[in-house]
């Protein structure tokens, strides 16, 4: 492999849209709102870019996560569809920082990811778990941009997510990448696990509490 696959993109979509909870990831520790202590990468290196980065897939919630009071969690969608603009921010880090993430994300499973094949292929689902498929979905200064997610591709039950879990995403859109209130609601307002679930009431009074 060429120099592009010593170091990836990892474009997160949603809780790590915070870079605060997002580097609980690198370096261990509990984010706020969260039930978890994650333990961090072998490799403790903060990322050495970072980035907004629009992706063309579909945001949704589902599932019930135990970090999360047992409520939905965000995932994206397989179909590329040059019409849905979902948010995410891309963190540059080391392929072996790569995989612990998505290991700590799937509840520390060991998981064996070839990212040829990822990258060949679009996507390559290595285990059957939430997020066990690992999606390529660009390539920037020459480094692969790759995120995870589930290999249903929306064919599930959409699950309304908890407000310290919408805070978290919340807390990355605004401190992260800059959008302002009215842009949040209405970027989340239609999601599928949000829309008919919370009010544009509600989720405007979650995201105007959220510093």
């Given at each position: 492999?060429?120099?592009?696959?010593?170091?990836?993109?990892?474009?997160?979509?949603?809780?790590?849209?915070?870079?605060?909870?997002?580097?609980?990831?690198?370096?261990?520790?509990?984010?706020?709102?969260?039930?978890?202590?994650?333990?961090?990468?072998?490799?403790?290196?903060?990322?050495?870019?970072?980035?907004?980065?629009?992706?063309?897939?579909?945001?949704?919630?589902?599932?019930?996560?135990?970090?999360?009071?047992?409520?939905?969690?965000?995932?994206?969608?397989?179909?590329?569809?040059?019409?849905?603009?979902?948010?995410?921010?891309?963190?540059?880090?080391?392929?072996?920082?790569?995989?612990?993430?998505?290991?700590?994300?799937?509840?520390?499973?060991?998981?064996?990811?070839?990212?040829?094949?990822?990258?060949?292929?679009?996507?390559?689902?290595?285990?059957?778990?939430?997020?066990?498929?690992?999606?390529?979905?660009?390539?920037e200064q020459g480094y692969p941009i790759l995120t995870f997610t589930a290999d249903w591709?929306?064919?599930?039950?959409?699950?309304?997510?908890?407000?310290?879990?919408?805070?978290?995403?919340?807390?990355?859109?605004?401190?992260?990448?800059?959008?302002?209130?009215?842009?949040?609601?209405?970027?989340?307002?239609?999601?599928?696990?949000?829309?008919?679930?919370?009010?544009?009431?509600?989720?405007?009074?979650?995201?105007?509490?959220?510093?």
């Amino acid at each position: 492999m060429n120099k592009s696959t010593n170091y990836v993109w990892y474009a997160s979509y949603g809780s790590n849209l915070s870079r605060e909870r997002f580097l609980c990831y690198i370096k261990g520790g509990r984010p706020r709102g969260s039930q978890k202590v994650e333990v961090g990468c072998r490799d403790q290196s903060l990322p050495i870019d970072e980035a907004t980065y629009m992706m063309h897939y579909p945001l949704y919630f589902a599932k019930r996560s135990a970090r999360w009071q047992d409520q939905g969690v965000a995932f994206i969608g397989l179909t590329k569809d040059e019409r849905v603009h979902t948010y995410s921010r891309k963190y540059l880090i080391t392929v072996e920082q790569f995989v612990d993430v998505v290991k700590q994300e799937n509840n520390g499973v060991k998981i064996e990811i070839n990212l040829e094949e990822v990258i060949l292929n679009r996507f390559k689902t290595f285990r059957n778990s939430w997020y066990g498929t690992i999606l390529y979905v660009g390539e920037e200064q020459g480094y692969p941009i790759l995120t995870f997610t589930a290999d249903w591709d929306l064919d599930v039950p959409f699950v309304r997510p908890s407000k310290e879990y919408l805070s978290m995403i919340i807390h990355g859109l605004k401190t992260t990448l800059a959008l302002d209130d009215n842009e949040i609601v209405e970027y989340l307002l239609k999601k599928p696990g949000i829309d008919g679930v919370y009010t544009r009431e509600e989720l405007d009074e979650i995201v105007r509490a959220v510093e």
